[in-house]
């Protein structure tokens, strides 16, 4: 029997007079509005690719393919692109290594100390690549580093024993500085994996190693390879380190190739064989970013017995633990510590010595005293806008495309996910060097953002999209659909129900985000370098500017600065984040 | 003029390229005051039913039309927020960041109502509901069964001319659970605010509802009153859905009378009904009188052993093979049966439903 609706007069039927003027719904004005940067993301990139089939990159340049010719032809450039390959690959096995290992310690065996070491990992995250490569140049620089003259004094060798300078060598710092972030990501992985499966197989009599390779790291796979594609991405695309460690002996990688072909000393900037290498970096880029989705939504696929996972019985370290603690503590001391001290000691000398009872009379403030204050302070001014304004505009930013992505209905969604998820799979050098060329050919005149602070901004907040997406996405999800269709019901429109239930649920993640992202800003040296100009000019840049022209004791001064400039936002960021230190990576 | 009223919903969705008709032609009205369920297995578009009269889906087709004022059909669709509704979701929706007073008050201070008067309303709602004395609690402090309270609390607090529960009380354990369905239909009776209720509970909906609809795979399968539904099932899912049933099938023989392989049997006078009409008959475990020497003079009797007898507590359930099936009966826990035994079994005529 089906019931019919009996029927009915509908004399007694008002429709109400808003019923049939339709409010554009939220998801939709946010679709609109997100649109922009969705277009700015894909157009530079169109741009870059676009600019490769074109004779010296001139966008009026006539139709070639000699860029790409010469990419794998012209045995220069192809040595640039073997050393790339070189780089990048001892960069992400010293990174995963530590990171993982590391990880694995402190989630898996009962070493202790995990709030400090993880904690320890954030600041190390947050050192500046440049940081740490002028503290590694002053320790193991064939002719400068303190080891090396000790080592040959020592044992009266006829050579430095390690050149740090060379390709490996600006590989191996890169990964130290790119361990704490596959830490953070593997430990994270680590935490949310059901320590029953782990439990279950030492239960049929697998031994720790064996449930390492057996179970562990095949159940993590998906956050390895996330982070290794997080850490590979940020190699290529980090310039301090080539620049600081590879410019004087001519080392090259992709970045400072770059970052040297658009900014010659002598001659014309050649745009064309940049943008075809970077043409090829975006399609790998994309390519490595599909299956690394794919990746894990076939590791979604386990996830259904997981959940949020206890953690299993934890290894006993036993008579390994002085083994456990050497690595732990070296790790630090070297990749950070030793480091530190060093530029500390630099910046205290009039010119670089390695540490002696005789250098010891020479110490003196003088560097900081005769730093050239108009220069630092308009860096410094200029660091603290971009560190404010580029977050906000990313933050801003992202909460659109994850509104979209997470809350809209319509198919479109899928394409706001994909773009936002550009810049963290395709290098950010890319995208400057996009916005670079553009600024330079089609924005002269009135509204010519050439050199000017809003470019630098938002050509930041563009890379920066990819992180605050990836938060606020996991934010939205994680509040209930009904939270805020209980507000609708209340009578509140869409608008309200966003202002007054999902931003509000949404501040913790919207303040750490927010946070992380300016630290970020503050220690980023590549994009301000490739676009930036003597009004933009940014503490590290000035930092870089210093050492680049010899004056190295004058640029760890500035160096330091800039790290107690941090100093306060970091304790803020991690007073906020103390009871998950990890969370925000 | 009714409450609500819905005429031919429909709704479809488009889930890994298959279709799936959520609503399939849906209709029904409610009367001032009532509690009406939709009832149904999981899956079977309660919830969108509900979610489309909330606002909160547009539907495909049909029309809804709320105290006479036609709210979604054609072009018009007004926005949730627009409808003079109050709804309690499966999870309760509570807003974790809020005080209880808070999240009570949200409606109407969205209605922009005077503080003095917001106070007064919100102290009287939490009251309604037992949550006097709370206000100023973090809404998380509270426990589940409290929760749920201050969700019926924020949708009463603006007094909605309709009212929607959502499983309102799936969530709440067993104990829990039956003391707040006596509590929620009384509270309801007190206010009278017409309440569209859904769940897949027989027990709730029988319990609490003036009116059920029986809903199977997008439609309404059967309307009626909870006794209705229960003795008078309209078809096989219905009797099976809310309740255990004995099936036995058979063919008509007069208006009277059923033959069946177990013989003919008396059933309920049906005047239409035509001879050689194949029907199926149902009958409930409890209406069926188990005797364990053979009555005399009794229509109705069925021969059958006991296969398994299993003590529940407040009744004795009896497996009892009949023919090649086997059937349920209730009966006092103080019959002494035990597995083998033979017993006949009697089918009250007047407690047979006879479905076509
Ligand atoms: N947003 C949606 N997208 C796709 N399918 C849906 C959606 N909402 C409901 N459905 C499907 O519609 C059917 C009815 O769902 P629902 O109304 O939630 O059932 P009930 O509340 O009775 O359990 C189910 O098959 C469900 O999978
Ligand atoms: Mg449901």
Redesign the pocket.
Known sequence: MTVTAPERTSATETPPASATRRRPSLPGTLAVLAAFPAVAIVGLLVLVVYLGFRAHGQPDGALTLHNFTSLFGDSQVWEVVVNTVVYVAVSLAVALFFGTALALLVERTDFGWERTVTTAMVLRILIPGFFTAMGWIFLFHPRIGAINQWLVEAFALEKAPVNIVSLVGMGFVEGLALSALVFSMVSASLRNLDGALEEAARASGAGAWRVLRTVTLPLIRPGLLGSALFAGTIAVSSLDIPLIMGLSNRVYVFSSYLFVAANPSAGRPEHGIPAAFSAVMILIGIAFGLWYQRTLRSGRKYQVVAGKGRQPARIRLGRWRVAAWAFVVGYFLWSTILPLLMVLWISLLPFVQKPSAAALQAVSLDNYRGLDWSFVLRGLENSVKVMVLAPTVAVLLSLAFSFVAVRARGRYRYAYDLVAFLPQAIPGTIFAFGAMTAALYWTRGWYGLYGSLALLVGVMALIQVAFGTRMFNAGLLQIHAELEESAAMSGASAWTAVRRITLPLLRPVLTYTWLWLALLSLRDLTVPTLIGSQDTLTLSVASWTLFSSGQVGASSAVTLLMVGCMAPVVVVFLLLTRTNPGKAV | MAPLTVEGLHQA???ADTV?K?IDEVGFELREGEIYTLL??????????LRAVAGLERPDGGRIVIDGTLVAGGPVFVPPNKRDIGMVFQSYGIWPHMTVFANAAFPLRVAKVPKKEIRRRVEEALAAVHLDGYEDRMSTQLSGGQQQRLALARALVRRPKLLLLDEPLSNLDAKLRAAMRAELAALQQEIGVTTLL?T?DQDEALSMSSRIAV?RA?RIVQEGTPREIYQRPASRFAADFVGTTNFLDGVRCDGKRVRTALGELDVPGAPAATAGDAVLLAVRPEALRLHQVRPEGVPNLVRGEIERSMFVGDSVECHVRVADVVWTARQDPELPVASGDEVWLELPAERISVIA
């Open positions: 969705f488009t889930a799936v959520a149904g297995p999981s899956g079977c578009g309660k919830t969108s039913t859904v897949h809903m997008g």
